[in-house]
């Protein structure tokens, strides 16, 4: 993170972001309605059912890992907690490479969706 929010994606075309709307990679932020530690909750819950793997938490934030299917890329996928909007910002973004095929826009997409069944159980 960088002065509160998490960092904007670079020039190429693979990474997302919920934190800078006007920005090409821009992807909506998930929200919930729920309290903040329950939708924490269930985020970790999404993260895990969506094949990432936890590295860090703290403090309303965490961090993610995951694998690409087909080349087994190192993908990293952030998220920041805003209590006061009720949303959850993530960027999403390879390591390496200068295309993603969509696959990080894919992956935040999935992520809703879990996030989004959990929410509603």
Known sequence: ????????????????????????????????????????????????????????EQGGYAHARYETSLMRYVDDVEFRLDQDKQLIHVRSASRVGHSDLGENQKRVNRIRAVFNTIASE
């Open 1 to 56: 993170m960088i002065g509160g929010q998490l960092g904007a994606c670079p020039m190429t075309p693979n990474c997302v972001c919920s934190e800078y709307s006007g920005e090409v990679a821009f992807v909506e932020p998930l929200r919930y309605s729920t309290t903040a530690t329950e939708a924490w909750d269930k985020l970790k819950q999404a993260i895990i059912e969506t094949g990432g793997i936890i590295l860090t």
